[in-house]
């Protein structure tokens, strides 16, 4: 069942849908995606909105809280296509929520671009109405293995706590299959359940399992928590690996010292330099005009608010339409230039076109330590206790 576009060029408008985590506990991450987002709608109708054809549409994006939970972010893709009539949608933040909310989209055949979504389960239920435009967890898995594997060739044993979620599970599944491969001993894997305040008990059995690696996969919050404990059961371990949250400026600041020499990795630093053929031009002016409406550089959850925002406008303008089908077809050729890297979507509609920085706190700053041609420091071992 698709639904009409008719209305939107009636009106010079192309309105889409976004579900976000305003309040709740993805919260901090929702902000981020909204700042992206407000950047390339800003951007895009102070040129005169998206080309499509000989008309203009200006950009409206309709938001709605679904509180950091999953159910409701399902409703409200619904009221979005149903109710408000959006054309487009950009998924809810996350692999788990967008994996639920893609069964909506593909039953109104309305294309969805996923913002934050990474593992492959989002992507193998043969749908063809979702595009990621991140790489799949094993792009992180990979590398950091092989940078542990070369620059501690003693270091034997790895310990994993995951977040009990479809994308914390995934990627810490990915770098359990990463680290076998390279004859390393996995002595510890637990999940942890979703909203768990007090990771005591699960970092004391961690310790006693005397891992040389140490990896952690979450958000923000789950983060810094367990960074701070880490340090006061005295964990050892002479890499620490925690993904994500490392890469955001707040988790540097809350945990302080704790966060030297901290890895982790990213879809997107300020620190690479793609020119581009979208309404930004290039990354580091992206970069700047983020710098010039927040104050502060961005990360790549607030570059792939814009990023999501650039690709769909393309596939518009391509498409001369916003009929689906013909925005879907545009969607599938791939080969967008963006300020976030070069986006080309596999045939299951996940991105498989760019390498993902590898990033590592050096002096309360991220550094990238992989891939050589953008990296701005060597990777170093060795933790702050």
């Known amino acids: 069942m698709a639904v009409s576009v008719t209305a939107s060029l009636a009106q010079d408008k192309l309105t889409i849908g976004a579900p976000l985590p305003i309040t709740g506990a993805l919260a901090p991450e929702g902000a981020k995606l909204k700042q992206g987002y407000e950047l390339w709608q800003e951007k895009v109708n102070a040129a005169g909105g998206v080309k499509v054809g000989n008309s203009r549409l200006k950009v409206d994006i309709r938001y709605y809280d679904y509180q950091s939970q999953t159910p409701r972010a399902i409703q409200l893709a619904e009221k979005l296509i149903t109710d408000d009539k959006v054309d487009f949608l950009f998924s809810p933040f996350g692999s788990g929520a967008a994996k639920a909310v ?47 594997k070369t620059k ?17 599970l995934s990627l810490a599944n990915e770098f359990e299959k990463s680290a076998r491969k390279r004859g390393f001993e996995v002595v510890y894997f637990e999940k942890y359940a979703i909203g768990t305040l007090d990771h005591a008990s699960a970092l004391t059995q961690l310790r006693a399992a005397k891992p040389d690696w140490v990896i952690v996969t979450g958000y923000i919050n789950d983060l810094i928590t367990i960074r701070k404990q880490a340090s006061d059961l005295k964990v050892g371990g002479e890499v620490f690996t925690l993904i994500n949250g490392p890469a955001y400026q707040e988790w540097i600041k809350a945990v302080g010292p704790l966060a030297e020499n901290v890895t982790t990795a990213s879809w997107f630093h300020p620190v690479v330099k793609y020119q581009s053929e979208d309404v930004f031009g290039s990354s580091r002016n992206f970069v700047e005009l983020f710098k010039q409406k927040y104050g502060s550089e961005p990360d790549f959850t607030q570059a792939s608010g814009a990023a999501v925002g650039v690709v769909l406008q393309t596939a518009i303008e ?29 045939k299951i509609g996940i991105a498989d076109s760019y390498v993902p920085p590898v990033l590592q706190i050096q002096n309360g ?18 933790q702050r206790r």
Not at 152 to 168: E, W
């Open 318 to 346: 391509r498409a001369g339409s916003t009929d689906h089908g013909k925005v879907r077809a545009e969607l599938q050729k791939g080969g967008f230039k963006t300020f976030f890297g070069p986006i080309t979507f596999s």
């Open 365 to 382: 700053k991220v550094e990238v330590v992989f891939p050589a041609e953008i990296s701005t420091a060597p990777f170093r071992t060795g």
């Open 152 to 168: 501690l060739p003693n270091a034997k044993r790895v310990a994993i706590l995951a977040r009990n979620d479809l994308y914390p």
């Open 102 to 148: 893609s069964a909506v989209s593909e039953k109104y055949g309305v294309p969805m671009l996923a913002s934050s979504a990474s593992s492959v389960e989002v992507f193998d239920q043969g749908y063809k109405n979702i595009f990621g435009i991140y790489t799949d967890n094993s792009t992180f898995s990979e590398p950091i293995a092989e940078l542990v």
